[in-house]
């Protein structure tokens, strides 16, 4: 038997149906043109008869890519096979997707019909979709509840009428991977026919084993594989197409191939998302924002030292530039001193160990710090070599009087002080420092940008100042707790700079 591994996505079907995620078909397209660039073999593009918009999309979709093989979804109902006909005249390649529930819930409770009654109809529905295309593909709903027995004799039948694909859905997510991997095993052993056709897994994730159910289907005979991009799909998902890929490539003992550039994978989950407003999960498998964050001071020193030591995937090789080294309370002295040698910083064992005391009391007061919290921390370094440096400041503001600044300014060494008022705390600030540099007279400031930092009542800031002097534009930048402290210290940063 062939390990090739066909991957059948249903991102733009069985992935849309999520509430509120509906594409139209510009956007189906987009997805559509990056399915093909990502290598899969056949993509399910809608379900013709369900609305004109689904077979606009299913046509459009057959027009705009050529190498994937274009699925339509039916019911076993000679009209949707008539209507997904019609939607894949312009596929390269079609496929008509048909089948009927097999299960004993949807025997007696879905059509009020028998088992026998059941083949027939699936016999009936195959072979009509046989006189539009060559290449068929059946679904037995709900298989992964249907008695294994009657299933085989269901498989038998729609093979010997000419569907080149049997689907085997878990359709509840109610298998665990033993039993999965046994009900394809079964078929593969008892279905006399099997190897004219290929067994395809479609697994939903209501109990979280989508993927394990997969993979335990292709371990046991099952050549194609239904998935989505990041998972999606009604309820819970269906199985995420980057999870069984990585999970092939990882374990390459299992000797598996697709044709899937993994390196795509990370570009295609932010598509999806974004068109689809549906927020990828931060501690997703491969694609999530944490996949490859570290936060602990125990894994960050194993990383930087050796990546394998804490990652059996190579960012790279799923589209992400690198592990992130995420700077927290539990981040040690290996991660610290990484981070600062990125920014530019290169400071003895004895002065990290210095920042290192600061950085935890910095950490415990936010979840996470940023480069310009780093900035701020050694910020004394940054600010050695500059001639003006801010001493002291000191602003009071009292309602109905105009707010008064208090300047300390040590320039080349010799501290300077003034005061002013203003109409606010920080234009009180800039006048006092007006008042100590008589220069600045000759400086126009032309931008003035504040942006929040952290979240909360001790909220660090951003600030971007713009001076203009001699038709030269300078920026100045700085941080703080403080919104006037920031400010002040920006348009130093931009006057040392004139």
């Given at each position: 038997?062939?390990?090739?591994?066909?991957?059948?996505?249903?991102?733009?079907?069985?992935?849309?149906?999520?509430?509120?995620?509906?594409?139209?078909?510009?956007?189906?397209?987009?997805?559509?043109?990056?399915?093909?660039?990502?290598?899969?073999?056949?993509?399910?593009?809608?379900?013709?008869?369900?609305?004109?918009?689904?077979?606009?999309?299913?046509?459009?979709?057959?027009?705009?890519?050529?190498?994937?093989?274009?699925?339509?979804?039916?019911?076993?109902?000679?009209?949707?096979?008539?209507?997904?006909?019609?939607?894949?005249?312009?596929?390269?390649?079609?496929?008509?997707?048909?089948?009927?529930?097999?299960?004993?819930?949807?025997?007696?409770?879905?059509?009020?019909?028998?088992?026998?009654?059941?083949?027939?109809?699936?016999?009936?529905?195959?072979?009509?979709?046989?006189?539009?295309?060559?290449?068929?593909?059946?679904?037995?709903?709900?298989?992964?509840?249907?008695?294994?027995?009657?299933?085989?004799?269901?498989?038998?039948?729609?093979?010997?009428?000419?569907?080149?694909?049997?689907?085997?859905?878990?359709?509840?997510?109610?298998?665990?991977?033993?039993?999965?991997?046994?009900?394809?095993?079964?078929?593969?052993?008892?279905?006399?026919?099997?190897?004219?056709?290929?067994?395809?897994?479609?697994?939903?994730?209501?109990?979280?084993?989508?993927?394990?159910?997969?993979?335990?289907?292709?371990?046991?005979?099952?050549?194609?594989?239904?998935?989505?991009?990041?998972?999606?799909?009604?309820?819970?998902?269906?199985?995420?197409?980057?999870?069984?890929?990585?999970?092939?490539?990882?374990?390459?003992d299992l000797a598996f191939e697709n044709n899937i550039d993994s390196k795509q994978l990370n570009g295609i989950s932010k598509l999806v998302s974004t068109l689809?407003?549906?927020?990828?999960?931060?501690?997703?498998?491969?694609?999530?924002?944490?996949?490859?964050?570290?936060?602990?001071?125990?894994?960050?020193?194993?990383?930087?030292?050796?990546?394998?030591?804490?990652?059996?995937?190579?960012?790279?090789?799923?589209?992400?530039?690198?592990?992130?080294?995420?700077?927290?309370?539990?981040?040690?002295?290996?991660?610290?001193?990484?981070?600062?040698?990125?920014?530019?910083?290169?400071?003895?064992?004895?002065?990290?160990?210095?920042?290192?005391?600061?950085?935890?009391?910095?950490?415990?007061?936010?979840?996470?710090?940023?480069?310009?919290?780093?900035?701020?921390?050694?910020?004394?370094?940054?600010?050695?070599?500059?001639?003006?440096?801010?001493?002291?400041?000191?602003?009071?503001?009292?309602?109905?009087?105009?707010?008064?600044?208090?300047?300390?300014?040590?320039?080349?060494?010799?501290?300077?002080?003034?005061?002013?008022?203003?109409?606010?705390?920080?234009?009180?600030?800039?006048?006092?420092?007006?008042?100590?540099?008589?220069?600045?007279?000759?400086?126009?400031?032309?931008?003035?940008?504040?942006?929040?930092?952290?979240?909360?009542?001790?909220?660090?800031?951003?600030?971007?100042?713009?001076?203009?002097?001699?038709?030269?534009?300078?920026?100045?930048?700085?941080?703080?707790?403080?919104?006037?402290?920031?400010?002040?210290?920006?348009?130093?940063?931009?006057?040392?700079?004139?």
């Open positions: 038997m062939s390990n090739r591994i066909y991957i059948f996505d249903t991102t733009l079907r069985d992935g849309e149906q999520v509430p509120g995620c509906q594409l139209n078909t510009i956007e189906k397209i987009e997805v559509a043109k990056a399915l093909e660039k990502l290598g899969v073999d056949v993509i399910e593009a809608g379900f013709p008869v369900s609305s004109p918009g689904d077979f606009q999309s299913v046509v459009e979709i057959s027009k705009a890519v050529s190498n994937p093989t274009i699925c339509a979804l039916t019911r076993s109902v000679e009209k949707d096979i008539d209507v997904a006909a019609e939607a894949l005249k312009y596929a390269k390649k079609g496929r008509i997707h048909t089948g009927i529930g097999t299960s004993d819930y949807h025997i007696k409770h879905k059509f009020n019909s028998t088992r026998d009654e059941i083949i027939e109809r699936a016999v009936k529905a195959v072979k009509y979709a046989r006189k539009f295309v060559d290449d068929v593909e059946f679904y037995a709903e709900d298989a992964g509840r249907s008695d294994n027995e009657f299933l085989a004799r269901v498989i038998e039948a729609v093979v010997k009428a000419g569907a080149t694909v049997c689907n085997i859905p878990d359709t509840t997510g109610y298998c665990l991977p033993h039993q999965y991997g046994e009900k394809i095993a079964y078929l593969m052993n008892n279905v006399p026919n099997i190897d004219k056709t290929i067994l395809s897994t479609h697994c939903h994730n209501d109990l979280g084993l989508a993927t394990a159910n997969t993979l335990a289907g292709i371990s046991n005979g099952a050549r194609q594989v239904e998935v989505t991009i990041n998972g999606i799909g009604e309820r819970a998902g269906n199985t995420s197409l980057e999870e069984v890929v990585m999970a092939i490539k990882c374990h390459q689809m407003n549906m927020p990828v999960q931060a501690n997703k498998a491969i694609v999530g924002k944490n996949a490859f964050a570290h936060s602990s001071g125990i894994h960050q020193d194993g990383v930087l030292k050796n990546r394998e030591n804490y990652e059996i995937i190579d960012p790279a090789d799923v589209g992400v530039d690198e592990s992130a080294i995420v700077l927290t309370a539990r981040s040690g002295r290996a991660a610290l001193k990484h981070r600062l040698e990125v920014l530019g910083f290169t400071f003895s064992k004895e002065k990290i160990d210095e920042y290192y005391e600061k950085f935890l009391i910095m950490a415990d007061k936010r979840r996470e710090l940023t480069n310009d919290d780093l900035m701020m921390l050694v910020g004394e370094e940054k600010n050695k070599d500059k001639k003006i440096k801010l001493k002291f400041l000191q602003v009071t503001s009292i309602s109905s009087v105009k707010p008064t600044a208090i300047v300390h300014l040590d320039i080349n060494g010799v501290t300077f002080e003034s005061t002013a008022t203003g109409n606010g705390p920080v234009d009180a600030a800039i006048k006092a420092v007006k008042k100590i540099i008589p220069d600045t007279e000759k400086v126009t400031m032309n931008e003035y940008l504040i942006q929040g930092v952290s979240k909360g009542s001790d909220d660090f800031c951003k600030v971007h100042m713009g001076l203009e002097k001699d038709s030269k534009l300078i920026r100045g930048f700085s941080s703080s707790s403080d919104i006037v402290t920031a400010s002040v210290e920006a348009y130093l940063d931009a006057l040392n700079k004139i």
